[in-house]
């Protein structure tokens, strides 16, 4: 794949586990890029938007029980009749941790 900046981007893997990747194309001589897609068992299961990174939040945060449900919805989604009802998927990806706000942080200290 070719960068904006007219370079070559490089496909880039990211394991997190046996089961789960997170995959991206990055540039080598500006460093941007490319939105995430994250995939368990080698099923694409979640994509970054274009100001959201689903796929970089949820592969941060995933846990066990987070990685069978995604792959069960992104099943159920491609209509495999092993999969469970859509019902069951949840209807937004795992959400990122809150953020430190700058008061709280700085409480007890004198600037």
């Not at 592969?59 to 495999?80: C, F, H, K, P």
């Amino acid at each position: 794949m070719q960068c904006s900046c007219g370079a070559d981007a490089a496909l880039k893997q990211q394991p997190k586990s046996r089961r789960v990747k997170l995959t991206f194309y990055q540039c080598a001589e500006c460093g941007r890029v490319s939105d995430g897609i994250l995939y368990v068992d080698d099923t694409e299961v979640l994509r970054d938007a274009a100001a959201t990174p689903h796929a970089r939040i949820a592969y941060v945060n995933l846990g066990t029980d987070d990685i069978d449900r995604l792959y069960r919805e992104a099943m159920s989604s491609r209509g495999q009749p092993d999969a469970p009802a859509a019902s069951d998927a949840p209807e937004q990806p795992p959400k990122a941790p809150p953020l430190i706000s700058a008061p709280e942080h700085q409480q007890g200290f004198d600037f």
